[in-house]
């Protein structure tokens, strides 16, 4: 690649479940979203992505239904948007061993499972990769999975992430601060394998959880995986300046895009990391063809299977409002509140056509009918690679993260048109880098950066005399 041009990165985005981002595509004879409990569909697309030198698939996910909508289960399970859902983590396994450098990022919450457990969840994953792992921390949005997990409702926004703040608090302290590198000695000598010297508790105590001994894992190739985070609200946005190394944002416009970017990097100096220490990556669905006529005909196609009403559900998740109670010439107004994710709430505010004008709730359901709420990009491979570098030059964003119409059929678009284009123009690896997806993503090795609020968790911190 090029030294002086900008490397794009590509995400997947994906979920184990029949319909993620486009509602009604399942029935397109091309999708096969509906093989998505079988490891056949998962390992395929998993080759297609290292394939194209995708840096990773990152895997969405929720603990409940999209019952906002009309207050019951009807629309999500007959329109199959995101129910039925699988646990996204059981699926890396499976992709890791049929690959050698992609990259996976799986999204799992902080308000219903214990850190203690959690982090060994991870620090296994990690194991078995060898490092390719990050986590996407989410806080959680659906009231339906927090009544079916003995509450009454979630936490209020700003509160679940001060509680995700304790949870990644507890994270670091136990993949960071528990065992010396050089704890375990294998020593077959001595009969010593781990050294308890060399094993610390943690000893953490706080307002939500107490957690007072060691970790049960000895250290992964990253030790922390990778901290993905997609929260864009104020406080969303404090959050992901101390904890994440990649964000994700919705953007419908490229002013918007580039308005949120440099959001992010202002935060991430505010908190005392390196503007570019935290690489941004925005939605989008590229619908490609070997012309420009054949790329177009192919969404028209896509477009004709939408399904209102299951767009109108992932809306109301979404959001926390239920779209029933509008028209469909309805616009979502100014004083609507949310408990759910505050940054959809304003990016489908700010959404808007060729008028200028903010979208109707039809308008907004059609839109979100193929690729979700991310821009979409129709055209040759050509065309796509020039608005994609163009995006990229106006904005400052990092890459990426692809969502699909069908699958794989969409990803395998993209690898066949789009990124042999960007490779030929100089901004598209044409191999991967060594090592873990941390040293992909930044090229500094393996582990957390001294800036990164894990940093202060390590055991050489921790066990450094105070002055």
Not at 136 to 144: D, I, R
Request: net charge negative.
């Amino acid at each position: 690649m090029s030294e002086n041009k900008r490397e794009i990165l590509f995400n997947a985005f994906d979920m184990n479940c029949v319909v993620h981002q486009s509602p009604g595509l399942w029935r397109h004879p091309d999708d096969k979203a509906s093989t998505y409990n079988t490891l056949g569909y998962w390992t395929h697309l998993a080759k297609v992505l290292e394939k194209g030198k995708f840096h990773g698939l990152f895997l969405a996910d929720v603990l409940g239904t999209y019952d906002v909508y009309k207050g019951t289960n009807v629309t999500p399970l007959s329109s199959g948007a995101q129910a039925p859902v699988n646990d996204p983590m059981m699926l890396v396994s499976a992709m890791a061993a049929v690959t050698e450098n992609l990259g996976f990022g799986v999204t799992a919450g902080t308000a219903y499972e214990h850190p203690y457990a959690f982090a060994r969840r991870l620090a296994t994953l990690d194991h078995l990769t060898n490092g390719r792992v990050g986590w996407n921390v989410v806080t959680g949005y659906l009231p339906s999975a927090a009544r079916n997990m003995g509450q009454e409702d979630q936490m209020e926004h700003d509160e679940r992430y001060n509680h995700a703040d304790e949870y990644l608090e507890v994270v670091y302290k136990l993949l960071e601060g528990s065992w010396e590198d050089d704890a375990v000695q294998n020593d077959k000598e001595t009969g010593i394998y781990t050294d308890p010297g060399k094993v610390h508790p943690i000893n953490h105590e706080g307002k939500y959880f107490k957690v007072p001994g060691i970790a049960i894992t000895e250290p992964s190739t990253q030790r922390t995986p990778v901290i993905y985070q997609a929260g864009a609200s104020k406080r969303g946005t404090e959050f992901a300046a101390s904890n994440a190394e990649a964000i994700f944002v919705n953007c419908p416009t490229r002013d918007l895009l580039k308005e949120a970017v440099a959001k992010i990097r202002d935060a991430a100096e505010a908190a005392g990391r390196g503007r570019y220490d935290i690489k941004v990556f925005a939605m989008q669905t590229i619908i490609t063809g070997e012309t420009s006529e054949l790329a177009q005909a192919k969404f028209e196609d896509y477009a004709s299977y939408v399904d209102i009403e299951g767009s109108l559900a992932l809306l109301s998740g979404w959001t926390g409002i239920d779209m029933s109670v509008y028209g469909p010439d309805d616009v979502i107004g100014d004083d609507v509140k949310s408990n759910a994710i505050q940054s959809s709430v304003e990016t489908f505010k700010k959404a808007s056509g060729d008028t200028g004008k903010p979208w109707t709730i039809r308008q907004l359901a059609e839109w979100i009918g193929v690729g979700g709420f991310g821009p979409v990009s129709v055209g040759s491979g050509a065309e796509v690679a020039e608005k994609l570098i163009d995006w990229v030059e106006h904005t400052d964003v990092d890459g990426f993260n692809l969502a699909y119409a069908v699958t794989p059929g969409t990803f395998e678009d993209v690898v066949e048109y789009v990124v042999p284009e960007l490779q030929a123009r100089g901004v598209y690896k044409t191999d991967y880098a060594e090592g873990s997806l941390r040293n992909k993503l930044f090229g500094e090795g393996d582990r957390v950066k001294d800036t990164h609020r894990a940093a202060k968790y390590k055991v050489a911190n921790r066990l450094a005399p105070q002055a």
